[in-house]
Every structure is written in C-alpha cells, then in structure tokens.
T-cell receptor
Framework: KAGVTQTPRYLIKTRGQQVTLSCSPI?????VSWYQQTPGQGLQFLFE???????NKGNFPGRFSGRQFSNSRSEMNVSTLELGDSALYLC?????????FGPGTRLTVT | GENVEQHPSTLSVQEGDSAVIKCTYS??????FPWYKQELGKRPQLIID?????GEKKDQRIAVTLNKTAKHFSLHITETQPEDSAVYFC??????????????FGDGTTLTVKP
C-alpha cells in the first residue's frame, strides 16, 4: 500500500496570510491526526478527524482548523499566519492504535 | 489531560553498548505506548509498541517494558549501531478505535552512537 502523503512539502508564506495543507492517508485508514513539530516544542497534537468528524483537539488557537473528506483525505488550514507558526506539520493516519506519519509540510512564515 | 515525560533528552553511547530511554505518563486510562524513531529530515517511524495487557515486548535488538503501576515504560536498544543514531519519541494514548488518534508525545531523546 502507498504510504501517507502530504502536499505541498515546502511552503513559504508571509505574516497575515493563510495556508492550507493536505494529507492523504493510507488506503483503508479512516483516522487522520495532525501534529506540529518544532525544535523547542517537540510533537504537539493539533486535532484528529475520523469519518469526517473532528474527534479530538489539542491546545491550539482557533486560527488552526481542519476538515476531512468522505475519502478520508484531510486538510488543515491556518489563518492569519504568525512567525511562530513556522514548523513542520505532520499528519498521521491510523488503523487501530498504530499511527503512520507522512513526510510533513515544512512551513516557513516570514 | 495526558502528560508524558521522557528522559534523557540526549544520550551518547559507544557502538555495541546498550541504550535505555525512559518515559512516564500521567493518565491511567492510557493503554497504548508506541515508540517512534525519527532520523534527520525524515518522518517519525513506528519501531515498536506495547499495549497495557503486556509487560514486555521484544523485536530483535529493541525491547520495550511497561510498568502500569508506576506509569512508566522504557525503550531498550542492545548492541547499538551507528545507524541507530536518531531522535526517539515515546507516546501514550488509547488503542481503542474511538480515541487512539490523540497520542501525547514525549519531548524526544537524541541518541548518538559513536563508532
């Protein structure tokens, strides 16, 4: 099976702009979770979607949002970008307990 | 919510030695404990996991132990090799179909294996 894919892989935006990242899970996986990874903060949980519904949410401001489509593909959106949003954004798809990560989207906010 | 602490933050060993990384968790409801290896510039990869109904699990040179009473679990790597050098993350969460997506991660351990 193909692994988890994320697009785009790299992105440069300026403060105040908004961005949408995409994640395609492994075929048959219905759960998609999003994480923010920064050198100082490790892996921080953003949210999880299962069958098009947000099931869990981390401690991030409302500027961070997401959605999931009927084919389990997921998008996350960050509005009004801040410099501190620069990070690697990872999505992971899950079957039972095991999570499999995508390669990530490296977002740089200038 | 769940809180996971991971120690040490950095670990340097000589090739052939063993390495041990320890994690503690706070939520007694957590029942699934995976370990991930992340090489520089790559995605985290699941290397081993353990569920709360098991006290130990081994896969070749890697083993994980779980102490539910003390709420801690450990990763053991024996006969370390330079290619084991990476950042290792522990996590705690639920293995149920309804709640496994929210895993809380430790801050990571940077393991360096010197040849």
């Amino acid at each position: 099976k193909a692994g988890v894919t994320q697009t785009p892989r790299y992105l440069i935006k300026t403060r105040g702009q908004q961005v949408t990242l995409s994640c395609s899970p492994i075929s048959g996986h219905r759960s998609v979770s999003w994480y923010q990874q920064t050198p100082g903060q490790g892996l921080q949980f953003l949210f999880e979607y299962f069958s098009e519904t947000q099931r869990n949410k981390g401690n991030f401001p409302g500027r961070f949002s997401g959605r999931q489509f009927s084919n389990s593909r997921s998008e996350m959106n960050v509005s009004t970008l801040e410099l501190g949003d620069s990070a690697l954004y990872l999505c992971a798809s899950r079957l039972r307990g095991e999570q499999y990560f995508g390669p990530g989207t490296r977002l740089t906010v200038t | 919510g769940e809180n996971v602490e991971q120690h040490p933050s950095t670990l340097s060993v000589q090739e052939g030695d063993s390495a041990v990384i320890k994690c503690t968790y706070s939520d007694s409801a957590s029942n699934y404990f995976p370990w991930y290896k992340q090489e520089l510039g790559k995605r985290p990869q699941l290397i081993i996991d353990i569920r709360s109904n098991v006290g130990e699990k081994k896969d070749q040179r890697i083993a994980v132990t779980l102490n539910k009473t003390a709420k801690h679990f450990s990763l053991h790597i024996t006969e370390t090799q330079p290619e084991d050098s990476a950042v290792y993350f522990c996590a705690a969460g639920s293995a149920s179909n309804t709640n496994a997506g929210k895993s809380t991660f430790g801050d990571g351990t940077t393991l360096t294996v010197k040849p």
